[in-house]
Nanobody, 129 residues
Framework: VQLQASGGGLVQAGGSLRLSCTAS????????IGWVRQAPGKEREGVSS????????YYADSVKGRFTISRDDAKNTVYLQMNSLKPEDTAVYYC???????????????????????WGQGTLVTVSS
């Protein structure tokens, strides 16, 4: 599986960014694509995920209501729309995936653990105050 993340950048607090993750190489129709971030000196945090099976989504409490994950199957791309950004959202954001059949409960557990099998390169998001 190959994952290509893009869309990071510098934005002021309160601003918005949209991250994109283009995926290829899945050997199953069932998989999860998620976003995991890691800030300097902090542990990685599973931010959001979406399933291929039924579009179930998960959001970490820290981003709920501000971030929206979506997918465009025709483009094999998952998006993370990030609104009302805060300085504490500053991190390298990684796109990651796991093959398998996941629904709402299991995708939450997977994302919180951030134990994805495949990882793309990170994209840096910097939010200035």
């Amino acid at each position: 599986v190959q994952l290509q993340a893009s869309g990071g950048g510098l934005v002021q607090a309160g601003g918005s960014l949209r991250l994109s993750c283009t995926a290829s190489g899945f050997t199953s129709n069932y998989y999860v694509i998620g976003w995991v971030r890691q800030a300097p000196g902090k542990e990685r945090e599973g931010v959001s995920s979406i399933t291929s099976s039924d579009g179930s989504t998960y959001y970490a409490d820290s981003v709920k209501g501000r971030f929206t994950i979506s997918r465009d199957d025709a483009k094999n791309t998952v998006y993370l729309q990030m609104n009302s950004l805060k300085p504490e959202d500053t991190a390298v954001y990684y796109c990651a995936s796991e093959q398998g059949l996941y629904y709402s409960g299991s995708v939450a557990s997977l994302t919180r653990s951030a134990e994805f099998t495949s990882w793309g390169q990170g994209t840096l998001v910097t939010v200035s105050s």
